[in-house]
């Protein structure tokens, strides 16, 4: 039987990068030390958020070992280890076990965007040759094809390396139909921090979160009264974080993300190329935003 890899706050971590451009590895691991003391339950780097698709493979392996390292057991790890040629995908899952990763979060793939048979056929040769489980990636604007939940529960059923799905269309209808017709132990997470809430309510088994590389320990409380079924304290949270979720996306993520991060004296604002950092416009917005949530002065 399959068992969820994690349950509650993961977050899709950021990579911090130096001004120059390399990975930061003293600003990662503080990133991992001050996510999980501020009660995440699962750390997810080199994904979306974590600009895997600017990264050369060497460097995502490498941060998948710095955040490994620095875990060090504390809490799951599910690294992104996706990408539109199943081979690469293989070598990525290969090396995130035997770095001792939980799971791996792989993404659709994106440009080539092949037919449900195809899907099933990329996640299977995963499984088969890595021998991990999998957290498919749900994402079409990203990846511009959207895969309808009876091709997620086809391939969750075929595959039983398939622990779950982070289902991110915007459509929370489909989410609530995988939670309907999911085989036992598969897990649904929310992979919009605005469904989060209504998401576990609904039997989700948590969020894989921007909002919480910011704000994580009021991030763990919305989802975590949320699991528990404290439907109050979970809105309560949510209209509170809900400003700073709509923020992160007034440009390409994780820009704005970064600039809050940056803002807040984790990282440096530095992202890699063709991403750029915000407008001084949407700078001042979100250095306006925070205040009025108290979060800087």
């Known amino acids: 039987m399959r068992t969820p890899p994690f349950r509650g706050l993961g977050v899709a971590m950021v990579t911090p990068f130096t001004r120059d451009g390399a990975v930061d590895e003293p600003r990662m691991r503080a990133l991992v030390d001050w996510l999980i003391e501020s009660g995440v339950d699962a750390l997810l780097p080199v994904g979306s958020t974590g600009e895997g698709a600017t990264l050369t493979h060497e460097e995502h392996r490498r941060v998948m070992d710095i955040v490994l390292e620095q875990a060090n057991g504390r809490v799951p790890v599910c690294p992104g280890a996706g990408s539109n040629a ?5 070598g990525l899952a290969q090396h995130a076990k035997r770095a001792g990763a939980t799971a791996v979060l792989s993404v659709t793939p994106y ?6 048979e195809g899907l099933l056929r990329h996640y299977a040769t995963i499984a088969e040759q890595a021998d991990i489980p999998i957290i498919l990636y749900n994402v079409p604007s990203r990846t511009g094809r959207n895969y309808t939940p009876d091709v997620i529960l086809r391939i969750a059923h075929e ?5 779950g799905v982070k289902e991110s269309s915007g459509n929370i209808v489909q989410a609530l139909e995988i939670l309907g017709s999911r ?8 992979g919009d921090d605005i469904f989060a809430a209504p998401t576990m309510l609904m039997g989700g088994d948590g969020v894989i ?9 009021w991030t ?11 439907a109050e304290t979970a809105r309560m949270w949510h209209y509170r974080l809900q400003p700073l979720m709509q923020a992160n996306f007034w440009e390409t993520n994780p820009a704005p993300v970064k600039c809050v991060l940056a803002m807040l004296g984790r990282i440096e604002e530095s992202l890699r190329l063709p991403l750029v950092p915000v407008s001084e416009r949407t700078r001042e917005r979100l250095r306006t935003l925070l205040r009025e949530m108290g979060i800087v002065d």
Do not use: C, R
């Open 111 to 116: 440009y080539n965007k092949p037919e449900p």
């Open 209 to 217: 979160s921007v909002i919480g590389n910011e704000l994580p320990e």
């Open 86 to 90: 199943t081979h690469e995908a293989v």
């Open 220 to 230: 763990a409380k919305m989802t975590h009264a949320a699991l528990q079924g404290d």
């Open 183 to 190: 085989p036992p132990g598969f897990a649904v997470y929310a």
């Open 159 to 163: 595959v039983p390396h398939l622990v």
